[in-house]
């Protein structure tokens, strides 16, 4: 019910973590100050009573001067999280401050002199200074905890490093999987490196460009059983871990195996009823056997929840086509284009000229398809 719950209908407090602004002098670390901020939104995301916006929309933010009150409504939140980091060798200063985007009231605000040692402390401590601010109760099972913490803190450093990458996607998803794998290689008990090293090594065969080849059916096999081998085990160290759960759902969806992939989405949206890549990948999923208004339904969710982000909007449209919804594709296909005209530029720019050919006239067409490159 949460995952589908009208947005309009929602009583839950809406919340968005902006990119925390990085204040090392070293301009290096600024993955370390993404990492705090990732972190925290995976930590609040974990609270039940809490909607929070997808990581992607927040990410858009970074570095720009805006009013509060317009991100607000851009993302379709009531809530800003927004702080600093600052690193020197051992020693952390963080930040952190809850804003009422309505009328930028500061509802609560902190700041955290500690060592690394400490950095998963305050990263709990924030999220529940931040729950008790907007009184809701952290609604957590006995063996549950907001934060998962490593003993190894080079194994975080690389995991962080590799939370970066994985932002990137395109050539970075490579190099995801490698400092995953570096990171269990430290710590082999710390369940999100494990969840993050099957999502990477899941995506590697798309971004190589292989998907359909037989020549590569053998990356396809062993992509596929190194991701399924790394989920599950996240999910032994981590019966919770929504990541996971993903993952073996678009493992068994690149083998068609429809029922276990399903049970897999839905085990994720159980766990974390907001989890964007949870509802992407399961509309994906939804289309490929051919259940289209479920996937229409999936894919607009997971727009909503992340509605700066270009690939959502890409999805969202194309299913839309798929279904036969030529007119209605058109907006996110357009927003896709304006969020980021580089990505998937000859896809947009393609769908869109034809769909303006069918919808409206000729002339449009031409004026959209005349953006492709020549190749």
């Known amino acids: 019910q949460l995952a589908y719950a009208d947005l309009s209908e929602d009583g839950r407090p809406s919340i968005a973590v902006l990119p925390f602004v990085n204040m090392s002098a070293d301009e290096e670390q600024q993955y370390f100050a993404d990492g705090m901020t990732?972190?925290?939104?995976n930590a609040l995301a974990k609270i039940r009573e809490l909607r929070v916006a997808g990581r992607t929309s927040s990410f858009a933010y970074r570095g720009q001067?805006?009013?509060?009150?317009?991100?607000?409504?851009?993302?379709g939140v009531r809530y800003l999280v927004e702080g600093s980091v600052r690193k020197q060798g051992d020693r952390l200063r963080i930040t952190a401050q809850l804003v009422d985007a309505n009328d930028a009231f500061h509802l609560w605000s902190d700041q955290y002199d500690r060592t690394m040692d400490d950095v998963f402390a305050v990263q709990t401590e924030i999220a529940e200074s931040i729950a008790e601010a907007l009184e809701?109760?952290?609604?957590?099972?006995?063996?549950?905890?907001?934060?998962?913490?490593?003993?190894?803190?080079?194994?975080?450093?690389?995991y962080l490093a590799a939370q970066g990458r994985m932002r990137?996607?395109?050539?970075?998803?490579?190099?995801?999987?490698?400092?995953?794998?570096?990171?269990?290689?430290?710590?082999?008990?710390?369940?999100?490196?494990?969840?993050?090293?099957?999502?990477?090594v899941a995506l590697v065969p798309y971004y190589a460009g292989s998907r359909g080849s037989s020549s590569d059916s053998a990356m396809w096999r062993r992509s596929l059983e190194q991701a399924e081998r790394a989920a599950i085990r996240a999910l032994e160290l981590d019966p919770s871990n929504a990541s996971a759960e993903v993952a073996l759902g678009n493992v068994t969806r690149d083998r068609k195996e429809w029922r276990v992939s399903e049970s897999h989405y839905l085990r994720a949206l159980e766990i974390d009823p907001d989890n964007v890549e949870a509802h992407h990948q399961y509309a994906e999923f939804l289309a490929s056997i051919g259940r289209q208004d479920e996937a229409v339904r999936s894919a607009t969710r997971a727009l909503e929840l992340?509605?700066?982000?270009?690939?959502?909007?890409y999805i969202l449209g194309y299913i839309l086509t798929d279904n036969g919804s030529d007119a209605a594709a058109i907006a996110p296909l357009l927003r896709a284009t304006e969020i980021d005209p580089d990505l998937l530029r000859a896809q947009y720019a393609l769908m869109?000229?034809?769909?303006?050919?069918?919808?409206?006239?000729?002339?449009?067409?031409?004026?959209?398809?005349?953006?492709?490159p020549r190749v």
């Open 352 to 372: 869109i000229g034809w769909l303006r050919l069918a919808e409206f006239k000729k002339a449009e067409a031409v004026a959209r398809t005349e953006l492709l």
């Open 306 to 313: 992340d509605p700066t982000s270009a690939i959502r909007a």
């Open 38 to 41: 990732e972190e925290l939104l």
């Open 168 to 200: 990137q996607r395109r050539e970075g998803v490579e190099e995801a999987g490698r400092l995953y794998s570096a990171a269990v290689a430290r710590d082999s008990g710390w369940a999100p490196a494990w969840a993050g090293l099957a999502q990477a």
């Open 65 to 75: 001067e805006r009013d509060l009150r317009e991100i607000g409504d851009e993302l």
């Open 136 to 158: 809701v109760s952290l609604g957590l099972g006995a063996e549950e905890v907001l934060v998962t913490p490593t003993s190894d803190l080079d194994a975080y450093d690389l």
